[in-house]
T-cell receptor, first 113, second 117 residues
Framework: GENVEQHPSTLSVQEGDSAVIKCTYS??????FPWYKQELGKRPQLIID?????GEKKDQRIAVTLNKTAKHFSLHITETQPEDSAVYFC????????????FGSGTRLSIRP | GAVVSQHPSWVICKSGTSVKIECRSL??????MFWYRQFPKQSLMLMAT?????????EQGVEKDKFLINHASLTLSTLTVTSAHPEDSSFYIC?????????????FGDGTRLSIL
């Protein structure tokens, strides 16, 4: 079945440095790749997304890249700040209604002051 | 826009109790709603997909007789955990598809933390 693998499971970076989280997906029909940030006890919040017709997308300090051939996509956070500390999930879904979101296993990001 | 309200936000109850969780789309019609379960330090795992006016589709390994889902209107889906036991303690999150806003396929509720004593 569909599967999304995410690495690393934990990541600790110095404040101001960059953080990179990588994911791979198995379903070649997937065409929408959202990234979620989840703080403890809260809902997942969409922080950025990318569709399969685009290779890269940037929003201020956050960027996502997609290699559809290799089925890889990555999240890049630059100039990290303490408030970036959270759990991040990548996900993949197909282009249809009632389409399941398949989540990665999550990355716990800690920003060291 | 595209607000999903989930209630209650947390509940503590005795083993054997049945618990109902509501998921409402406040400003859009949700033809499809999804129910997820999240154990501590784990990812969100889809339990079932709920379509208005029809039976829910359950994921493999999820007991449909234990987790009853009703989607009677385009703005409300309910999840009832029947005869809950301590192993059912988890964070339950719903999401709703619809609204057509911001290209988001699903909008998430705030979650319900269920603790069974």
């Amino acid at each position: 079945g569909e599967n999304v693998e995410q690495h690393p499971s934990t990541l600790s970076v110095q404040e101001g440095d960059s953080a990179v989280i990588k994911c791979t997906y198995s379903d070649s029909a997937s065409n929408y790749f959202p990234w979620y940030k989840q703080e403890l006890g809260k809902r997942p919040q969409l922080i950025i997304d990318i569709r399969s017709n685009v290779g890269e997308k940037k929003d201020q300090r956050i960027a996502v890249t997609l290699n559809k051939t290799a089925k890889h996509f990555s999240l890049h956070i630059t100039e990290t700040q303490p408030e970036d500390s959270a759990v991040y999930f990548c996900a993949a879904t197909r282009p249809s209604s009632a389409s399941k979101i398949i989540f990665g296993s999550g990355t716990r990001l800690s920003i060291r002051p | 826009g595209a607000v999903v309200s989930q209630h209650p936000s947390w509940v503590i109850c005795k083993s054997g109790t049945s618990v109902k969780i509501e998921c409402r789309s406040l400003d859009f019609q949700a033809t499809t709603m999804f129910w997820y379960r999240q154990f501590p330090k784990q990812s969100l795992m889809l339990m079932a997909t709920s379509n208005e006016g029809s039976k829910a589709t359950y994921e493999q390994g999820v007991e449909k007789d234990k987790f009853l889902i009703n989607h009677a209107s385009l703005t409300l889906s309910t999840l009832t955990v029947t005869s809950a036991h301590p192993e059912d303690s988890s964070f339950y999150i719903c999401s709703a598809e619809g609204g057509g806003l911001l290209n988001q396929p699903q909008h998430f509720g705030d979650g319900t933390r269920l603790s069974i004593l």
